[in-house]
């Protein structure tokens, strides 16, 4: 059984409730959910909106391997109204699911890289992945959750919105 934390986020449409079902589909198609940090309301990162996002991290239990797991997410994401456009940057999106860790694995590939790789420059990330476990280690890094939200040099507010 894999150790799995998820980054969920959403800027459009019924926030809280893309989030819901999101955590519905991989709760039924992925894996049990074991964790869940509260809900955080955040600015978006690396460009504007006038939508807030909302965010929340995971951690699951899962047979998938990294690459099947990828692939079902995706799936999740586009059964839930995400539509990846071509042009490289950051839009709104009705729901996003990052892959932050897989148990305490190194991945680098074409098409995937964990821990996620921009996660310690990201206080969305790092906030509530600290309320789920801010001992935890970063294989890569060695620094603890706490360490890397201590060092980040992102000044985006992060509030708590809807608390555990």
């Known amino acids: 059984m894999n150790i799995v934390y998820l980054l969920l986020g959403s800027n459009m449409d019924d926030r809280t409730g893309m989030l819901r079902l999101a955590r519905e589909a991989i709760q039924s198609r992925i894996g049990e959910i074991t964790r869940e940090s509260s809900i955080y309301e955040t600015e978006p990162w690396g460009f504007q909106s006038g939508d807030l996002f909302l965010n929340q991290v995971i951690r699951i239990k899962t047979d998938y391997l990294p690459a099947e797991l990828m692939g079902e997410i995706l799936k999740i994401e586009e059964d839930l109204g995400r539509r990846r456009r071509q042009f490289k940057g950051y839009m709104p999106r009705t729901?996003?699911?990052?892959?932050?860790?897989?148990?305490?694995?190194?991945?680098?590939?074409?098409?995937?890289?964990?821990?996620?790789?921009?996660?310690?420059?990201r206080m969305f990330a790092l906030i509530?992945?600290?309320?789920?476990?801010?001992?935890?280690?970063?294989?890569?890094s060695h620094k603890t959750i706490g360490q890397l939200v201590s060092e980040c040099p992102d000044q985006l507010k992060v509030n708590c919105y809807l608390g555990k």
């Open 95 to 121: 729901i996003d699911i990052d892959i932050l860790f897989y148990n305490d694995e190194i991945i680098q590939d074409e098409h995937l890289v964990i821990p996620h790789p921009r996660m310690q420059e």
């Open 128 to 140: 509530p992945l600290m309320e789920i476990d801010h001992m935890m280690t970063h294989p890569a």
